[in-house]
């Protein structure tokens, strides 16, 4: 039962970030939203998922994070400067659906759930939210709502149901470079929009230190 609850609570937050995110017209506030969730995003990278599919032993895995980047670079210089642009955030966006499926699996086959791991877990979900809905960009907002709901509903599928683990990890590992090149292709468009904008880079720089550290956190408490 307590999972259940963990796993339902983890849906919610998740919507809750998109929700947030949806409800923020100014654009600078979205910025640094954003930036939030995108250091939030690579403390999660780097702290939780390498090390869960055991990027740093495998061979074979870093093979898997080439191709992601490749496949997801492919993708945007076809799409760069078109409507299609906007398919390679969601290609990120589905990486971190296949990661939330992952985290289903991984709550369920995990013995008993302490009140940090739990916490740990949740603090994940926030943040992710609102990177699901700020790579989106381009779809109406809708439809961006419906594709983070869609994410954030791949934690009880993964509960409910497993992957092999010779294909969940060159998978994940797959996903990480598409998370990867997504967030450094959306932080370098952030970028450029506060420097055109003229605004102070500590406006951005620090909600991403703040948003990785919080990402780290969340790790050491799962």
């Known amino acids: ?6 796993v339902a609570a983890a849906v919610l937050a998740e919507l809750l970030g998109a929700v947030i995110f949806l409800g923020t017209r100014a654009s600078r506030t979205r910025s640094v939203l954003s930036c939030l969730g995108l250091g939030f995003m690579v403390a999660i990278v780097f702290l939780d998922v390498l090390p869960d599919i055991e990027f740093y032993k495998a061979e074979s895995l870093p ?7 490749a496949g997801v670079l492919v993708v945007w210089l076809i799409s760069r400067g ?7 955030g969601f290609g990120a966006t589905a990486g971190m659906g296949l990661h939330n499926f992952g985290e289903g699996v991984v709550i369920v086959g995990f013995g008993a759930l302490s009140p940090m791991l739990a916490l740990g877990f949740l603090l ?4 992710e939210g609102m990177v699901s809905f700020s790579l ?4 109406k907002e809708r439809t961006r709502f419906i594709i983070a709901a869609i994410v954030a509903l791949l934690i ?32 370098a468009r952030i970028v450029a929009d506060n420097r055109a904008a003229k605004h102070s880079p500590w406006a951005l720089a620090l909600p991403a230190v703040v948003g990785g550290a919080i990402g780290a956190v969340s790790c050491f408490l799962a």
């Open 156 to 187: 009880p599928l993964g509960a409910l149901l497993s992957l092999p683990e010779e294909v969940e990890k060159p998978a994940m590992s797959f996903c990480v470079g598409v998370i990867l090149f997504a967030v450094a292709r959306s932080g």
């Open 124 to 127: 994940h979900k926030l943040p």
């Open 136 to 139: 989106t960009e381009g779809f």
């Open 1 to 6: 039962m307590t999972k259940i609850v963990v």
């Open 63 to 69: 093979l898997g994070l080439a191709l992601g980047v």
């Open 82 to 88: 078109s409507a299609r642009g906007k398919w390679g």
